[in-house]
């Protein structure tokens, strides 16, 4: 992938949003309002944002549980496809972004149904699990890559037969097929590939990987339906 190849698949990802978004709830200041307040730019493209709204819908969802919550853009875009009394927990690290998603999550007007809980991801998913909090329909995964496999090993005690999982982020520029990789996130996707392939041999998910491109480059998503009991 040089330049060129960048250049066009930012250019598609700019055609597909005027063509497909124009007539959604503009968010484009969610992602100003981040960039402002010094946040990375690494929340999900607006069409990807769009799919994780589409795959709430679909699902039927009415609890979510989102790890990794930076600004709060993929927060609200999948908020937004809840029913009024459906609920979503984002998990964040951060103090810093989980205020300035508040922020946001208020200024959108999902404050009633989208929640922001401070601490390491890993911690507080125990946390859930012992406190027996029911399970969600949907999880999205999309926090630091390291620890992909157990925020999926905890998306998986928090679920129910029909729960569907999203992990962000598994082909990082093709290198996931890079045994050697010294990069701890693609080791992190590594390991995440190891326990999928156990668990979709045993039966207990049924799971593929779609590579991405787009504006925010190469990358790719998991999609994994937990199995019936
Ligand atoms: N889902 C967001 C992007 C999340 S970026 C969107 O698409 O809009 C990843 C986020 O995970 C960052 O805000 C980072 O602070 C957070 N994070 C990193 N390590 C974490 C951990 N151990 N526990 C919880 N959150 C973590
Ligand atoms: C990074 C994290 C993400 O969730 C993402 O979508 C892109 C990049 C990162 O940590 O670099
Ligand atoms: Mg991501």
Redesign the pocket.
Known sequence: MDDTDRKLWAAVDGYVVEKLLASDPPLDWVIEASLEAGL?Q???APNQGKLLHLLVRLMGARRILEI?T?GGYSTIWMAQALPEDGRLLSLEVAPRHAQVARANIERAGVQERAEVRIGAALETLTKLVEDGEAPFDLVFI????ENIREYFEGALKLSRPGTLIIV??VVRNGAVIDASSQDS?VAGVRRFNQLLEALAREKRVTATTIQTVGS??Y?GLTLAVVAGS
């Open positions: 990375p690494i929340n999900v990794g930076l999309d926090a630091d890559k962000d982020n996130g925010k480059g990358d």
